[in-house]
Protein backbone atom coordinates (compact mmCIF):
# COMPACT_ATOMS: atom_id res chain seq x y z
CA UNK A 1 0.00 0.00 0.00
CA UNK A 2 2.66 2.59 0.69
CA UNK A 3 4.43 2.02 -2.39
CA UNK A 4 0.96 2.99 -4.28
CA UNK A 5 0.50 5.65 -2.48
CA UNK A 6 4.69 6.83 -3.47
CA UNK A 7 3.62 6.50 -6.55
CA UNK A 8 0.17 7.92 -6.80
CA UNK A 9 1.25 10.88 -4.68
CA UNK A 10 -2.02 12.45 -3.65
CA UNK A 11 -1.97 15.78 -3.01
CA UNK A 12 -4.69 18.25 -1.30
CA UNK A 13 -6.45 19.68 -4.50
CA UNK A 14 -6.81 16.18 -5.64
CA UNK A 15 -10.11 14.59 -6.73
CA UNK A 16 -10.33 10.92 -6.63
CA UNK A 17 -12.68 8.69 -8.63
CA UNK A 18 -12.00 4.75 -6.90
CA UNK A 19 -13.09 2.02 -8.84
CA UNK A 20 -14.38 -0.93 -6.53
CA UNK A 21 -13.36 0.16 -2.99
CA UNK A 22 -13.86 -2.95 -1.57
CA UNK A 23 -13.03 -3.07 2.35
CA UNK A 24 -11.76 1.00 2.14
CA UNK A 25 -7.81 0.08 2.80
CA UNK A 26 -6.96 2.65 -0.11
CA UNK A 27 -9.55 5.07 0.79
CA UNK A 28 -8.91 5.97 4.26
CA UNK A 29 -5.14 5.96 3.30
CA UNK A 30 -6.55 8.55 0.95
CA UNK A 31 -8.87 10.93 3.14
CA UNK A 32 -6.33 12.74 4.98
CA UNK A 33 -4.91 14.41 2.25
CA UNK A 34 -7.25 14.98 -1.18
CA UNK A 35 -9.80 17.48 -1.47
CA UNK A 36 -12.55 15.12 -2.17
CA UNK A 37 -13.38 11.17 -3.29
CA UNK A 38 -15.85 9.67 -4.68
CA UNK A 39 -16.03 5.91 -4.56
CA UNK A 40 -18.15 3.26 -6.88
CA UNK A 41 -18.38 -0.33 -5.66
CA UNK A 42 -20.65 -3.15 -6.80
CA UNK A 43 -20.41 -5.45 -3.91
CA UNK A 44 -23.70 -5.31 -2.01
CA UNK A 45 -22.09 -6.56 0.76
CA UNK A 46 -19.11 -4.22 1.03
CA UNK A 47 -21.45 -0.56 0.87
CA UNK A 48 -22.78 -0.96 4.54
CA UNK A 49 -18.53 -0.47 5.65
CA UNK A 50 -18.37 2.08 2.95
CA UNK A 51 -21.12 4.00 4.06
CA UNK A 52 -20.10 4.37 7.07
CA UNK A 53 -16.87 5.75 6.21
CA UNK A 54 -18.59 8.44 3.90
CA UNK A 55 -20.89 9.43 7.24
CA UNK A 56 -17.20 9.91 9.00
CA UNK A 57 -15.95 12.28 6.23
CA UNK A 58 -17.72 14.60 4.04
CA UNK A 59 -14.67 14.32 1.52
CA UNK A 60 -16.60 11.06 0.67
CA UNK A 61 -19.27 9.99 -1.52
CA UNK A 62 -19.83 6.59 -2.22
CA UNK A 63 -21.76 5.37 -5.32
CA UNK A 64 -23.69 1.55 -5.51
CA UNK A 65 -23.39 -0.33 -8.74
CA UNK A 66 -21.42 -0.60 -11.43
CA UNK A 67 -18.38 1.86 -12.98
CA UNK A 68 -20.04 1.16 -16.58
CA UNK A 69 -22.73 3.19 -15.59
CA UNK A 70 -21.15 6.10 -14.16
CA UNK A 71 -20.37 9.01 -16.49
CA UNK A 72 -17.30 11.60 -14.69
CA UNK A 73 -19.46 14.50 -16.50
CA UNK A 74 -21.66 14.62 -14.10
CA UNK A 75 -19.83 14.06 -11.57
CA UNK A 76 -17.62 16.87 -12.73
CA UNK A 77 -17.85 20.22 -10.41
CA UNK A 78 -16.87 22.87 -12.88
CA UNK A 79 -13.10 22.13 -14.20
CA UNK A 80 -13.02 19.36 -11.90
CA UNK A 81 -10.82 16.79 -13.74
CA UNK A 82 -10.76 12.99 -11.58
CA UNK A 83 -7.42 11.10 -10.70
CA UNK A 84 -8.83 7.44 -11.27
CA UNK A 85 -7.66 4.80 -9.49
CA UNK A 86 -8.54 1.12 -9.26
CA UNK A 87 -7.93 -2.92 -9.00
CA UNK A 88 -9.58 -3.53 -11.96
CA UNK A 89 -10.70 -7.35 -12.30
CA UNK A 90 -9.39 -9.48 -15.33
CA UNK A 91 -13.36 -10.31 -16.61
CA UNK A 92 -14.07 -6.18 -16.44
CA UNK A 93 -10.92 -4.66 -17.48
CA UNK A 94 -11.30 -4.63 -21.38
CA UNK A 95 -15.14 -3.18 -21.00
CA UNK A 96 -13.24 -0.36 -17.67
CA UNK A 97 -10.79 1.05 -20.42
CA UNK A 98 -13.39 1.24 -22.73
CA UNK A 99 -15.29 3.48 -20.25
CA UNK A 100 -12.23 5.16 -19.44
CA UNK A 101 -11.47 6.05 -23.35
CA UNK A 102 -15.14 7.51 -23.11
CA UNK A 103 -14.55 9.43 -19.65
CA UNK A 104 -11.17 11.08 -20.83
CA UNK A 105 -12.56 14.65 -20.54
CA UNK A 106 -12.91 14.24 -17.07
CA UNK A 107 -9.48 12.41 -16.34
CA UNK A 108 -6.45 14.00 -15.10
CA UNK A 109 -4.73 10.40 -14.90
CA UNK A 110 -5.39 7.00 -14.05
CA UNK A 111 -3.87 4.35 -12.13
CA UNK A 112 -4.68 0.91 -12.67
CA UNK A 113 -3.83 -2.55 -11.04
CA UNK A 114 -4.26 -5.29 -13.47
CA UNK A 115 -3.58 -8.95 -13.84
CA UNK A 116 -0.32 -9.00 -15.31
CA UNK A 117 -1.50 -10.65 -18.47
CA UNK A 118 -3.95 -8.38 -19.27
CA UNK A 119 -2.14 -5.21 -18.26
CA UNK A 120 1.06 -6.43 -20.48
CA UNK A 121 -1.36 -6.35 -23.51
CA UNK A 122 -1.72 -2.38 -23.09
CA UNK A 123 1.71 -0.96 -22.72
CA UNK A 124 3.19 -3.60 -25.08
CA UNK A 125 5.01 -2.75 -28.70
CA UNK A 126 4.53 -3.45 -31.97
CA UNK A 127 5.93 -7.28 -32.74
CA UNK A 128 4.92 -8.94 -30.04
CA UNK A 129 2.08 -11.45 -29.29
CA UNK A 130 0.57 -9.58 -26.55
CA UNK A 131 0.42 -6.80 -28.97
CA UNK A 132 -3.33 -6.09 -30.27
CA UNK A 133 -6.62 -3.70 -30.95
CA UNK A 134 -6.11 -3.15 -27.51
CA UNK A 135 -2.46 -1.93 -27.14
CA UNK A 136 -3.12 0.47 -30.30
CA UNK A 137 -6.13 2.09 -28.83
CA UNK A 138 -5.10 2.53 -25.17
CA UNK A 139 -1.47 3.72 -26.69
CA UNK A 140 -3.58 6.18 -29.02
CA UNK A 141 -5.42 7.69 -25.91
CA UNK A 142 -2.86 7.62 -23.30
CA UNK A 143 0.78 7.66 -22.57
CA UNK A 144 1.63 4.83 -19.95
CA UNK A 145 3.89 3.95 -17.64
CA UNK A 146 3.99 0.17 -16.56
CA UNK A 147 5.58 0.95 -12.87
CA UNK A 148 5.81 -2.26 -10.91
CA UNK A 149 4.32 -5.41 -10.46
CA UNK A 150 2.94 -6.68 -7.18
CA UNK A 151 3.53 -10.58 -6.06
CA UNK A 152 0.71 -12.91 -5.61
CA UNK A 153 2.29 -12.85 -1.56
CA UNK A 154 0.59 -9.10 -1.20
CA UNK A 155 -2.89 -10.20 -1.28
CA UNK A 156 -5.19 -12.04 1.11
CA UNK A 157 -6.13 -14.31 -0.18
CA UNK A 158 -3.66 -14.75 -2.52
CA UNK A 159 -4.04 -15.06 -5.83
CA UNK A 160 -2.59 -17.48 -8.35
CA UNK A 161 -1.64 -14.96 -10.38
CA UNK A 162 0.93 -11.71 -10.52
CA UNK A 163 -0.33 -8.15 -10.87
CA UNK A 164 0.65 -5.37 -12.32
CA UNK A 165 0.38 -0.98 -11.39
CA UNK A 166 0.40 1.01 -14.52
CA UNK A 167 -0.14 4.62 -14.80
CA UNK A 168 -1.96 6.53 -17.80
CA UNK A 169 -2.10 9.93 -18.76
CA UNK A 170 -4.35 11.49 -21.01
CA UNK A 171 -3.17 12.57 -24.35
CA UNK A 172 -3.92 16.13 -25.44
CA UNK A 173 -6.44 16.63 -27.71
CA UNK A 174 -7.23 12.81 -28.31
CA UNK A 175 -11.34 12.43 -28.10
CA UNK A 176 -12.51 8.64 -28.56
CA UNK A 177 -15.26 10.36 -30.68
CA UNK A 178 -13.16 11.92 -33.45
CA UNK A 179 -13.47 10.87 -36.62
CA UNK A 180 -9.26 9.36 -36.75
CA UNK A 181 -10.40 7.80 -33.57
CA UNK A 182 -13.40 5.89 -34.80
CA UNK A 183 -11.34 5.51 -38.21
CA UNK A 184 -9.34 4.05 -36.10
CA UNK A 185 -11.36 1.39 -34.18
CA UNK A 186 -12.75 0.30 -37.43
CA UNK A 187 -9.43 -0.59 -38.83
CA UNK A 188 -8.04 -2.35 -36.16
CA UNK A 189 -11.61 -4.31 -35.97
CA UNK A 190 -10.90 -5.33 -39.41
CA UNK A 191 -7.39 -5.77 -39.03
CA UNK A 192 -6.50 -8.02 -35.78
CA UNK A 193 -10.00 -9.87 -36.67
CA UNK A 194 -7.35 -11.47 -39.30
CA UNK A 195 -4.19 -11.30 -37.69
CA UNK A 196 -2.40 -13.57 -39.17
CA UNK A 197 -3.06 -12.61 -42.83
CA UNK A 198 -1.42 -9.56 -44.56
CA UNK A 199 -2.67 -6.05 -44.26
CA UNK A 200 -2.77 -6.00 -48.07
CA UNK A 201 -5.33 -8.75 -47.50
CA UNK A 202 -7.54 -7.79 -44.82
CA UNK A 203 -8.10 -4.48 -46.24
CA UNK A 204 -8.16 -4.96 -50.16
CA UNK A 205 -11.44 -3.15 -50.15
CA UNK A 206 -10.53 -0.20 -48.44
CA UNK A 207 -6.15 0.19 -49.54
CA UNK A 208 -4.24 -1.04 -51.90
CA UNK A 209 -1.19 -2.71 -51.76
CA UNK A 210 0.75 0.53 -53.81
CA UNK A 211 -1.33 2.62 -51.55
CA UNK A 212 0.62 0.96 -48.63
CA UNK A 213 4.02 1.40 -50.58
CA UNK A 214 2.85 4.81 -50.74
CA UNK A 215 2.50 5.33 -47.29
CA UNK A 216 5.89 3.91 -46.53
CA UNK A 217 4.11 0.73 -44.94
CA UNK A 218 4.88 -2.94 -45.46
CA UNK A 219 1.45 -4.15 -47.45
CA UNK A 220 2.93 -7.52 -46.34
CA UNK A 221 3.34 -7.01 -42.65
CA UNK A 222 0.78 -8.62 -40.17
CA UNK A 223 -1.19 -6.13 -38.06
CA UNK A 224 0.74 -6.90 -35.00
CA UNK A 225 4.23 -5.21 -36.78
CA UNK A 226 2.69 -1.78 -37.35
CA UNK A 227 2.97 0.80 -34.85
CA UNK A 228 0.73 3.11 -33.67
CA UNK A 229 1.77 6.19 -36.03
CA UNK A 230 1.56 3.91 -38.77
CA UNK A 231 -2.20 3.05 -38.26
CA UNK A 232 -2.99 6.58 -37.60
CA UNK A 233 -1.17 6.87 -40.95
CA UNK A 234 -3.40 4.56 -42.83
CA UNK A 235 -6.71 6.26 -40.90
CA UNK A 236 -5.73 9.85 -42.30
CA UNK A 237 -5.35 8.13 -45.56
CA UNK A 238 -9.15 6.72 -45.70
CA UNK A 239 -10.59 9.96 -44.00
CA UNK A 240 -9.07 11.53 -46.74
CA UNK A 241 -9.98 9.15 -49.74
CA UNK A 242 -13.54 9.16 -50.82
CA UNK A 243 -13.55 5.70 -50.81
CA UNK A 244 -12.69 5.30 -47.00
Not at 205 to 214: E, G, H, M, P, T
Request: proline residues 5%; hydrophobic residues 35%.
Amino acid sequence: MSRILETVNPKEEDEFFEIGAGKGALTKNLIPTVKNIEIVEIDKDLIPDLKKLELSSNKIKVHEGSVLKMELEKLSRGECKFRVIGNLPYNLSSKIMLWSFQNVPYILDMHYMFQKEFGERLVSSPGKKTYGRLSVLSQYMFESLDLFEISPESFRPKPSVKSIFIKFTPKPKRDVNSLEAIKLQEITQLMFSKRRKKISTSCKSLVSANDFIDLDINPDDRPESLSVKEFLKICKYLLHNTNG
